[in-house]
């Protein structure tokens, strides 16, 4: 009987604190329509406080899970964190998270491939349980990108939140769960999009800091045609070698980076706009919170056998899209 790692509830999380378009017209020189026209972008959340990390996030996110599905911490074999932005260069994200819920049966680590690191999270954690290693794991994507967000930098504020998201995976025999995917990287992408320095080959220093070169670099043109087209390829192509059209898909789930993007896909796959999950207007881009965010918000409107396809496109560069069936029906609630 073949075993298939299935989403069997969601957690999330968001700060409290909105960054309007209007607040961002203060600071640096655009307007409320020029970003909504481009990106689809209202607001954002900004989590504010002194040493406040994503693990703040993450932590909580995996106790609304918990909360919602009665998992206990002592059941937890792993946690996957992906995030861009860890709390530190070590430990890992995901130990700190692990170590807050109690989960001190579960092992942990951390997972980049920026926007893209929740769907190669969720690939990676659905082999431990394909492979009857584990029961119960636990996919984190959270992402203070406040932190690297250079806000005179008018090109690349508008764009970025703070969020987390959370699912667990566990073992189903009856067809639903992951049942495909379809991953890729090219480093040839790091010219267009990186941060500069905070890594090994360029470590902190005065000098780094004075040029600002912890911030997100993004050359947005190239970014964009690279982040369209590998997003509608990949999401066309695990449709048609799962003999999918538009009619099968329920939802499609696609990273929150930029509305025409979203559209782009979308309209590659000949799904509607009413099948498509969209929050980047209240949120941004969080990054790895982006996907679990979207199946938080929109939770209650699934159903059990819903086919659904996630895409996303990342910095470095990282794509690729997952097929998979839905495990449930409305809310993750158990009594």
Request: one cysteine or more; aromatic letters at 8%; proline letters at 3%.
């Amino acid at each position: 009987m073949k075993i298939t790692a299935a989403i069997t509830g969601v957690g999330a999380y968001v700060p409290e604190y909105r960054l309007t378009n209007q607040e961002l017209e203060t600071m640096v020189d655009t307007t409320n329509e020029w970003i909504l026209s481009r990106t689809g972008i209202e607001e954002r959340r900004i989590l504010k406080g002194d040493n406040q990390g994503s693990s703040v996030m993450g932590i909580k996110a995996v106790e609304e899970l918990m909360a919602k599905t009665g998992l206990r911490a002592e059941e937890i074999d792993l946690i996957i964190c992906a995030t861009t932005t860890p709390d530190l260069v070590f430990p890992a994200t995901a130990n700190i998270i692990s170590a807050a819920v109690g989960a001190s049966n579960a092992f942990s680590y951390d997972l980049q491939a920026a926007c893209s690191g929740f769907m190669f999270a969720m690939a990676t954690g659905a082999q431990f349980i394909q492979t009857g290693m584990y029961k119960k794991v636990v996919i984190v994507g959270a992402d203070k990108m406040s932190s690297i967000v250079d806000y005179t930098d008018r090109s690349t504020c508008i764009i970025f939140g703070d969020g987390a998201g959370a699912v667990l995976l566990e073992p189903n025999t009856e067809g639903l769960g992951m049942l495909d995917f379809e991953l890729h990287s090219d480093g040839m992408g790091e010219a267009f999009l990186h941060q500069k320095a905070g890594g090994s080959r360029r470590p902190p220093s005065a000098e780094t800091v004075a040029n600002r070169e912890h911030y997100v670099y993004q050359e947005g043109a190239t970014v964009f045609k690279f982040a369209v087209k590998s997003m509608a390829d990949v999401a066309a192509q695990i449709m048609e070698r799962n003999g999918l059209i538009n009619e099968d898909v329920a939802w499609l789930v696609p990273h929150q980076a930029n509305k025409r993007i979203i559209d782009a896909t979308a309209n590659r796959m000949g799904v509607g706009p009413e099948k498509v999950m969209l929050n980047i207007q209240r949120y941004g881009n969080t990054t790895n919170g982006t996907i679990p965010l979207c199946l938080s918000d929109y939770e209650s409107q699934l159903h059990k056998g819903d086919n659904i396809v996630i895409a996303a496109f990342g910095g470095g560069f990282t794509w690729g899209s997952i097929l998979l069936k839905w495990a449930y029906d409305g809310n993750s609630v158990k009594s």
